[in-house]
């Protein structure tokens, strides 16, 4: 079956560190991967797309790497702040572009 | 620039009610706009996809009956609960896709349903 997969599991890091965030997906092939954050009542915000022939974007303290052979994609915050606290989603094209299919999305906590 | 709105933000409704939430793009065409719903700490789950002028299309198992959705502009689409009951009960997100732009999505803040 199709699955898209992040560690439901919340992320608590400290000011200043890396996070990283992973995101595997099964039984699809998607041209394309997104990441977006979305806080707690609002809907996600676009943050980063990486395209299967891509291996890493960078967009000011975000980094995305996506590995089509391991079906994974890494989401990295480096310096992080408080104000990075919040629920990063992955997302994947599906049916040639036409469908986007979220994960569920992992809750990062940065504490002070 | 790519905003997207919804309204209401929130609604509270008795069973049996009927509900119209309306999502739009306040500063670009969206030639396709999505209707998502989202349940506490889970996934978006796509409803579906409507494009300007022409009827949506709908993912399996959502009642197209029951969820109405048009699309009669390129700035505006809405969705309509009928008959609603406490299970439909979610927060329900747009999004809109801008013309020339095939991949990135814009999201509106979102509309809290709680069926009483």
């Known amino acids: 079956s199709q699955k898209i997969e992040q560690n439901s599991e919340a992320l608590n890091i400290q000011e200043g560190k890396t996070a990283t965030l992973t995101c595997n997906y099964t039984n699809y092939s998607p041209a394309y991967l997104q990441w977006y954050r979305q806080d707690p009542g609002r809907g996600p915000v676009f943050l980063l797309l990486i395209r299967e022939n891509e291996k890493e974007k960078r967009k000011e303290r975000l980094k995305v790497t996506f590995d089509t052979t391991l079906k994974q994609s890494l989401f990295h915050i480096t310096a992080s702040q408080p104000a990075d606290s919040a629920t990063y989603l992955c997302a994947l094209d599906d049916t040639g572009g036409f469908k986007t299919i979220f994960g569920a999305g992992t809750r990062l906590f940065v504490k002070a | 620039g790519a905003v997207v709105s919804q309204h209401p933000s929130w609604v509270i409704c008795k069973s049996g009610t009927s509900v119209k939430i309306e999502c739009r793009s306040l500063?670009?065409?969206?030639?396709?706009m999505f209707w998502y719903r989202q349940f506490p700490k889970q996934s978006l789950m796509l409803m579906a996809t409507s494009n300007e002028g022409s009827k949506a299309t709908y993912e399996q198992g959502v009642e197209k009956d029951k969820f109405l959705i048009n699309h009669a502009s390129l700035t505006l689409s809405t969705l309509t609960v009928t008959s609603a009951h406490p299970e439909d009960s979610s927060f329900y997100i747009c999004?809109?896709?801008?013309?020339?732009?095939?991949?990135?999505?814009?999201f509106g803040p979102g509309t809290r349903l709680t069926v009483l």
């Open positions: 500063d670009f065409q969206a030639t396709t």
């Open positions: 999004s809109a896709k801008q013309a020339g732009l095939a991949n990135e999505q814009f």
